[in-house]
């Protein structure tokens, strides 16, 4: 019997995941847990509790008394506002992974997932079509907090066994729940502005391209990668993952099918240099072979999911 630990539970991920993992192992077994307050469908459905991942003996004690066999940890600070607070951020996202994983030694809960991301690569990374395996200089605090979780977690696989495994996750579009601080922010906000006031100002340039992946396919396919058989795993780093890529002016195009009235002007801000920085889009064949990564969104569908459900939630 499996049970489950979440860590940031409350965020854009976690609101999700957790949800889908009580359809999977049953409410009772999926702990959600973070330092900020649940949606109301993750209490009304299971368990949560508050828990700060940087305290280590609470984090090593919560596992040993809910008798924890998988964590997925998903506290980090995003790129954007990981540029704010430079130290802080380094050490709250080294500290939450090195926790989680030193725990985990020390504990029954062996299995773990830890997101990376596309911030792990950098200038120097060939931009298109990225390879699993390249040149990597990222220039960016998240980035290089990702670089080197990544490096912890494939040795703590292979130094003391413990089942680490990860994506490098694109841009996230989701309408659940709001993303908080990410230079990949954009492509959710514009749907909500989009409907609020049939106009959005961007900060990143119209042609801009990143790897975007709708959030169905991105929590499906971290339940498949977490599902898979170790031997199929050839990695231990953090598999590239890339559902879509698209710009700015793409997913506006896509917008105005729906909302002819709709406009987009450009500011870009300090997030630009950080989107320059990363690949448009990346090889995710490697994710493809050993687990069976798929994804089923392209941007029509996203588009067309995202006006949908939103108008849905705000009752329009
Ligand atoms: C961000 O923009 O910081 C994140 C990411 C791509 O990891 N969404």
């Known amino acids: 019997m499996e049970n489950i630990l979440v860590i940031g539970s409350s965020g854009q991920i976690g609101s999700e995941l957790v949800m889908e993992l009580r359809k999977i192992y049953g409410d009772e077994h999926v702990y959600a847990t973070d330092i900020k307050q649940p949606t109301r469908e993750i209490r009304a459905s299971g368990p949560f509790q508050i828990l700060d991942v940087l305290d280590f003996n609470n984090l090593l004690h919560f596992l040993v008394r809910f008798k924890i066999t998988q964590i997925y940890n998903l506290a980090a600070v995003l790129s954007g506002n990981a540029e704010k607070i430079p130290l802080q951020a380094w050490d709250i996202n080294m500290k939450a992974l090195m926790n989680t994983l030193e725990a985990a030694r020390e504990s029954d809960a062996k299995k773990i997932f830890w997101p990376s991301s596309i911030a792990v690569f950098g200038p120097t990374t060939p931009r298109h079509n990225t390879p699993q395996l390249t040149v990597m200089e990222p220039n960016t605090v998240y980035g290089i907090s990702k670089l080197a979780g990544e490096r912890w977690g494939e040795y703590y696989n292979k130094r003391y066994g413990v089942d680490f495994r990860s ?13 908080g601080g990410g230079t990949t922010d954009y492509a959710v906000e514009i749907f909500f502005e989009a409907i609020k006031k049939g106009r959005y100002e961007c900060f990143l340039k119209e042609d801009t391209a990143l790897p975007m992946m709708f959030m169905d396919d991105a929590i499906k396919n971290t339940i498949k990668l977490m599902q898979a058989d170790p031997k199929r795993l050839s990695l231990r780093s953090a598999y590239n993952m890339a559902g879509i890529s698209f710009a700015p002016k793409q997913v506006a195009a896509e917008i105005k099918k729906h909302i002819p009235e709709f406009t987009i002007s450009y500011k870009p801000d300090f997030r ?4 320059d920085s990363w690949p448009a889009s990346i090889d995710d064949s490697i994710a493809r072979a050993d687990w069976g990564l798929e994804t089923t969104y392209d941007i029509e569908k996203l588009t067309s999911t995202m006006l949908e459900k ?7």
Do not use: D, H, M, N
Not at 170 to 176: A, D, E, M, T, V
Not at 310 to 316: A, H, T
């Open 167 to 179: 994506v490098r996750y694109p841009g996230l579009i989701s309408y659940k729940t709001e993303p």
């Open 272 to 275: 630009q240099p950080i989107a």
């Open 310 to 316: 939103i108008r849905e939630k705000q009752g329009k």
